[in-house]
């Protein structure tokens, strides 16, 4: 169009003037309006995206379950670290998403890499492949990979191959739309999740830590306070005491630190009399507290307790009985020899009375993750050592070194010798956080449901990660199957996690 410069002239001033008394007035209201009304038209479906392809990723998720990945001593080389199913399915996936077009990288055989965008910063998925073993008793076989009831059967389809398929066809559904990324996103392949962590250890070491990151290997929405947990060992020689009425010639109890003993045992000997009177009495306790045990006589004067309590995990105390504590409080009034009596004391004044520390003088809590709880567990004695574990699990927010040196300083009173074992320091990302915040805001979107942030006192895969959170697979209300026999996902929530993925990676790596 051709404009008389003279007119032009005024009717641009006009046009200037118009437009900034609109900006000055409610222009940017406008403007703000508008971007969003553009991005609700723009909005992708997710959820359309992933049903159009679920075929593709419901048979490629079978295909993937079907590798049998668990770890395998015998097939052990320098290239296998972990054995030749593990081997087999990281190379499967590498593989596959080699003839994408991405690109890959196998890490020794102790992870795996897949990469798509470029920029500075980069977003992580930290999966992994390796599963539990199979174990007995399964409807239908563990590598077979079955679908019924709308659900695929198999180890792993849980924790955490499934979830793996979910992210890494995320990842493909977003270079398949050509959405722009800003930032690189990176699906990480552990394969050594299950038993010891070295797959991120060898990782990390050589590879860059991501800028912010998620794990989908615990629960929906999104866990992002993990407690500090630490495992701590006590010990004494025992030093020949006076005789005395009993003998404790040994005591037991828990196989593994981070769980509540289920099982405790007591050798004692002396006159029988004396144990007659303690076998009645274990008996009537027995009845008075509704629980099982036993008290066999392996000798005129030899007699054996086994007391049962009820096992849980060592992040919830509270939920079992601790065999070890209450065979301590049960024997501890009985006239055994000094070194016995006061170890059964200790451990009755320290842990008989609630699991949160207190008697240890490193009780404490926090908003963000609650209260610290302590698991007393390896419980053993005889006439030449003794020692007990701690498992304990304190508040994010807490400093874990503080709360070691109070508990050394505490158990130097009973003489104990204290080591460190294990110590994993908390694992927190703020509520305010953009990963948080835009996590909170796809799960919303996509469910309707509230976005809630969990905490944990469990160790989850995400805490590797320096700015990380879990987020899924799991969602509200459903069974946790992953460890058992006949361990399934929905094929719903399959589908369901894809779709939060893919917008989830979008959000985190198409913004600014
Ligand atoms: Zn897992």
């Given at each position: 169009?051709?404009?008389?410069?003279?007119?032009?002239?005024?009717?641009?001033?006009?046009?200037?003037?118009?437009?900034?008394?609109?900006?000055?007035?409610?222009?940017?209201?406008?403007?703000?309006?508008?971007?969003?009304?553009?991005?609700?038209?723009?909005?992708?479906?997710?959820?359309?995206?992933?049903?159009?392809?679920?075929?593709?990723?419901?048979?490629?998720?079978?295909?993937?379950?079907?590798?049998?990945?668990?770890?395998?001593?015998?097939?052990?080389?320098?290239?296998?670290?972990?054995?030749?199913?593990?081997?087999?399915?990281?190379?499967?996936?590498?593989?596959?998403?080699?003839?994408?077009?991405?690109?890959?990288?196998?890490?020794?055989?102790?992870?795996?890499?897949?990469?798509?965008?470029?920029?500075?910063?980069?977003?992580?998925?930290?999966?992994?492949?390796?599963?539990?073993?199979?174990?007995?008793?399964?409807?239908?076989?563990?590598?077979?990979?079955?679908?019924?009831?709308?659900?695929?059967?198999?180890?792993?389809?849980?924790?955490?191959?499934?979830?793996?398929?979910?992210?890494?066809?995320?990842?493909?559904?977003?270079?398949?739309?050509?959405?722009?990324?800003?930032?690189?996103?990176?699906?990480?392949?552990?394969?050594?999740?299950?038993?010891?962590?070295?797959?991120?250890?060898?990782?990390?070491?050589?590879?860059?830590?991501?800028?912010?990151?998620?794990?989908?290997?615990?629960?929906?929405?999104?866990?992002?306070?993990?407690?500090?947990?630490?495992?701590?060992?006590?010990?004494?020689?025992?030093?020949?005491?006076?005789?005395?009425?009993?003998?404790?010639?040994?005591?037991?109890?828990?196989?593994?630190?981070?769980?509540?003993?289920?099982?405790?045992?007591?050798?004692?000997?002396?006159?029988?009399?004396?144990?007659?009177?303690?076998?009645?009495?274990?008996?009537?306790?027995?009845?008075?507290?509704?629980?099982?045990?036993?008290?066999?006589?392996?000798?005129?004067?030899?007699?054996?307790?086994?007391?049962?309590?009820?096992?849980?995990?060592?992040?919830?105390?509270?939920?079992?009985?601790?065999?070890?504590?209450?065979?301590?409080?049960?024997?501890?009034?009985?006239?055994?020899?000094?070194?016995?009596?006061?170890?059964?004391?200790?451990?009755?004044?320290?842990?008989?009375?609630?699991?949160?520390?207190?008697?240890?003088?490193?009780?404490?809590?926090?908003?963000?993750?609650?209260?610290?709880?302590?698991?007393?567990?390896?419980?053993?004695?005889?006439?030449?050592?003794?020692?007990?574990?701690?498992?304990?699990?304190?508040?994010?927010?807490?400093?874990?070194?503080?709360?070691?040196?109070?508990?050394?300083?505490?158990?130097?009173?009973?003489?104990?010798?204290?080591?460190?074992?294990?110590?994993?320091?908390?694992?927190y990302v703020d509520a305010k956080h953009p990963l948080v915040r835009t996590l909170q805001a796809v799960y919303q979107r996509q469910t309707g449901e509230e976005p809630s942030l969990l905490s944990t006192g469990g160790g989850t895969y995400a805490r590797t990660l320096a700015t990380g959170v879990a987020f899924g697979p799991l969602f509200p209300g459903r069974k946790d199957v992953a460890h058992q026999k006949d361990e399934y996902i929905e094929i719903e929530d399959l589908l369901k996690a894809a779709a939060l993925y893919a917008e989830a990676i979008y959000e985190l790596a198409g913004g600014q």
């Amino acid at each position: 169009m051709r404009i008389n410069p003279v007119a032009n002239d005024y009717n641009l001033r006009r046009l200037y003037f118009t437009i900034f008394l609109q900006i000055k007035q409610n222009g940017m209201l406008n403007f703000k309006k508008r971007k969003e009304n553009e991005s609700e038209m723009t909005r992708i479906d997710w959820r359309l995206e992933v049903e159009k392809r679920k075929d593709v990723l419901l048979a490629e998720t079978q295909e993937f379950l079907k590798i049998n990945s668990v770890f395998d001593e015998a097939t052990i080389t320098k290239e296998r670290p972990f054995g030749n199913g593990i081997d087999q399915a990281l190379s499967y996936l590498l593989n596959k998403a080699e003839s994408y077009d991405f690109t890959v990288k196998n890490l020794d055989g102790y992870a795996g890499k897949i990469e798509l965008g470029t920029g500075e910063e980069s977003v992580g998925i930290l999966c992994h492949i390796d599963v539990v073993p199979a174990g007995e008793g399964w409807t239908s076989p563990p590598f077979s990979a079955d679908i019924r009831n709308g659900r695929i059967y198999a180890r792993g389809a849980i924790d955490n191959k499934g979830p793996t398929m979910a992210a890494f066809f995320a990842l493909c559904l977003v270079k398949e739309l050509k959405l722009p990324l800003t930032k690189r996103v990176q699906l990480i392949l552990g394969t050594d999740e299950e038993r010891g962590w070295r797959c991120v250890d060898h990782y990390f070491k050589h590879e860059e830590m991501p800028t912010v990151g998620f794990a989908p290997d615990a629960d929906f929405p999104i866990i992002h306070a993990e407690k500090g947990i630490a495992d701590v060992l006590f010990e004494w020689t025992v030093e020949q005491g006076a005789a005395a009425a009993l003998t404790l010639r040994k005591f037991s109890a828990g196989e593994r630190l981070n769980m509540v003993p289920d099982r405790a045992i007591a050798e004692l000997e002396g006159e029988r009399a004396e144990l007659d009177q303690l076998e009645r009495r274990f008996r009537k306790h027995l009845l008075e507290q509704q629980h099982n045990g036993e008290a066999i006589f392996t000798g005129d004067e030899q007699l054996t307790l086994m007391y049962e309590g009820v096992a849980a995990h060592g992040s919830t105390p509270e939920a079992g009985i601790n065999a070890g504590v209450e065979l301590a409080a049960f024997l501890t009034p009985f006239s055994f020899q000094e070194q016995a009596v006061s170890y059964l004391r200790m451990i009755t004044a320290l842990l008989k009375n609630g699991t949160r520390g207190e008697a240890l003088g490193i009780a404490q809590e926090d908003q963000v993750s609650g209260r610290l709880t302590v698991n007393g567990s390896l419980f053993s004695w005889d006439e030449k050592e003794a020692g007990f574990g701690l498992n304990i699990r304190y508040p994010v927010t807490a400093d874990g070194q503080t709360c070691l040196q109070r508990l050394e300083q505490k158990m130097s009173e009973f003489g104990a010798k204290m080591m460190v074992k294990d110590h994993m320091t908390p694992s927190y990302v703020d509520a305010k956080h953009p990963l948080v915040r835009t996590l909170q805001a796809v799960y919303q979107r996509q469910t309707g449901e509230e976005p809630s942030l969990l905490s944990t006192g469990g160790g989850t895969y995400a805490r590797t990660l320096a700015t990380g959170v879990a987020f899924g697979p799991l969602f509200p209300g459903r069974k946790d199957v992953a460890h058992q026999k006949d361990e399934y996902i929905e094929i719903e929530d399959l589908l369901k996690a894809a779709a939060l993925y893919a917008e989830a990676i979008y959000e985190l790596a198409g913004g600014q």
